[in-house]
């Protein structure tokens, strides 16, 4: 198993940033690849952006030339810099990860709220 714990959200202004950090426990051999969703109210979750082990990235269009998602193998850590934050990023954001050959994300972390006010 691995556990997940996400922490840096909070409330910023418009046109503002927050970085969203994420330490994975555990099992860590199994770790494949690492990723962000939000959620915001009556809304499904939504991939962000993840991250292999490799460090290929993969960006949702409306976050794209905002956000930087990033990871650091050694350490267990998880990294999603977000600049240029808009009301509509508004949401809780969780970290995930998935076995490595895995198609599904299966951990994840208890979330972080990140607010963005206009």
Partial sequence: QVQLVES?????????????SCVASGSMLIIGNM???HQAPGKQRELVADITRGGNTN??????????ISRDNAKNWVYLQMNNLRPE?????????RR????????????T??????
Avoid: H, N
């Fill in 8 to 20: 840096g959200g909070g409330l910023v202004q418009a046109g503002g940033s927050l970085r969203l």
């Fill in 35 to 37: 990723g962000w969703y």
């Fill in 59 to 68: 960006y949702a269009d409306s976050v794209k030339g905002r956000f930087t």
């Fill in 89 to 97: 990023d508004t949401a809780v954001y969780y970290c995930t990860t």
């Fill in 100 to 111: 490595r050959g895995g198609g599904v994300y299966e951990f994840w972390g208890q979330g």
């Fill in 113 to 118: 709220q990140v607010t963005v006010s206009s």
